[in-house]
């Protein structure tokens, strides 16, 4: 049975940076794309970062667009956010998933209907 585990969560100062770091066990995901969303409570989850199978393409929300990064290691089945120049406005939930990686799915990456597998989650809070 496949799991995923997210880690790197925690406390940060505004402008502070964080790496989460997403433990995927009981298959392989090499052929899957991965995302990390967030959310907030009473709001919907929210698309933050996408990667292709391969890791060759990424995808952004415009509101993170030059401060996080996301990457993967397809050998060690993990995937991660680095998150530089945190804002209060980041503090959410944050949750990695894998998503079959097709055309389709790359132009609707930013769906949470589109991932099959999800973790947990991990608390991320920005203080002001």
């Known amino acids: 049975q496949a799991q995923l585990v997210e880690s790197g969560g925690g406390l940060v100062q505004a402008g502070g940076s964080l790496r989460l770091s997403c433990t995927a066990s009981?298959?392989?995901?090499?052929?899957?794309?991965v995302g990390w969303f967030r959310q907030v409570p009473g709001k919907a989850r929210e698309a933050v970062a996408a990667t292709t199978a391969t890791g060759t393409d990424t995808f952004y929300a415009d509101s993170v667009k030059g401060r996080f990064t996301i990457s993967r290691d397809n050998a060690k089945n993990t995937a991660a956010l680095q998150m530089n120049s945190l804002k209060p406005d980041d503090t959410a939930v944050y949750y990695c998933?894998?998503?079959?990686?097709?055309?389709?799915?790359?132009?609707?990456?930013?769906?949470?209907?589109?991932?099959?597998?999800w973790g947990q989650g991990t608390q991320v809070t920005v203080s002001s």
């Open positions: 009981g298959r392989s995901f090499s052929s899957y794309g």
């Open positions: 998933a894998y998503a079959v990686d097709t055309l389709g799915w790359r132009t609707t990456w930013n769906y949470a209907s589109g991932y099959g597998y």
